[in-house]
T-cell receptor, first 115, second 117 residues
Framework: DAGVIQSPRHEVTEMGQEVTLRCKPI?????LFWYRQTMMRGLELLIY????????DSGMPEDRFSAKMPNASFSTLKIQPSEPRDSAVYFC?????????????FGQGTRLTVV | AQKITQTQPGMFVQEKEAVTLDCTYD???????LFWYKQPSSGEMIFLIY??????QNATEGRYSLNFQKARKSANLVISASQLGDSAMYFC??????????????FGTGTRLLVSP
């Protein structure tokens, strides 16, 4: 398997523009997580899905952020409108739902810069 | 409330020495898993080691071992025989099974390890 695939790897956009980050989880994985990493706040869990259903979005910072998972092989994180404080590395991760508590596999991340 | 606490923002160790990175956690769930990830300067998140709450023995993976003290709610990572390539950020993380049946994965703030020659 190719692992978790995120696109784009880098995104530079102007304040006020819409930004869409994409994630393809590992095939067969039931969980999908979106994280944001900044120097100030570390690695924050934004939202996670199980079987394409959003389970907990309490980490989404505000209404400008939205996430969808229309099918088992694709998820998006959208920011509209974007602001400079949204600049961060956004990670997507997936994990299987087995009997135990398994590790999550991370994508390479999307580095977002809002100017 | 902070679920995972890593109190060491930075650690220094000499090559070939052992180093311990601290992690304490907070949960009332009897079923949980603890994880350590490494993030080198290139940015990817690399899974290192896992410890389940019901595991009787401390987990080991090569030069990595997890010093699990359940009563103290600590899960320290021990790296033996440090190498220059071990210089990176290290994150402790926890998954709780919970009564909802769903498992979120939350991270600590990380410890930056620098290995010197």
């Amino acid at each position: 398997d190719a692992g978790v695939i995120q696109s784009p790897r880098h995104e530079v956009t102007e304040m006020g523009q819409e930004v869409t980050l994409r994630c393809k989880p590992i095939s067969g994985h039931d969980y999908l997580f979106w994280y944001r990493q900044t120097m100030m706040r570390g690695l924050e869990l934004l939202i996670y899905f199980n079987n394409n259903v959003p389970i907990d979005d309490s980490g989404m910072p505000e209404d400008r952020f939205s996430a969808k998972m229309p099918n088992a092989s694709f998820s998006t994180l959208k920011i509209q409108p974007s602001e400079p404080r949204d600049s961060a590395v956004y990670f997507c991760a997936s994990s299987p739902r087995t009997g135990g508590l398994t590790e999550a596999f991370f994508g390479q991340g999307t580095r977002l810069t809002v100017v | 409330a902070q679920k995972i606490t890593q109190t060491q923002p930075g650690m220094f160790v000499q090559e070939k020495e052992a180093v311990t990175l601290d992690c304490t956690y907070d949960t009332s769930d009897p079923s949980y898993g603890l994880f350590w990830y490494k993030q080198p300067s290139s940015g990817e998140m690399i899974f290192l080691i896992y410890q389940g709450s019901y595991d009787q023995q401390n987990a080991t993976e090569g030069r990595y071992s997890l010093n699990f003290q359940k009563a103290r709610k600590s899960a320290n990572l021990v790296i033996s025989a440090s190498q220059l390539g071990d210089s990176a950020m290290y994150f402790c993380a926890m998954r709780e099974l919970g009564n909802t049946g769903f498992q979120k994965l939350v991270f600590g703030t990380g410890t930056r390890l620098l290995v010197s020659p």
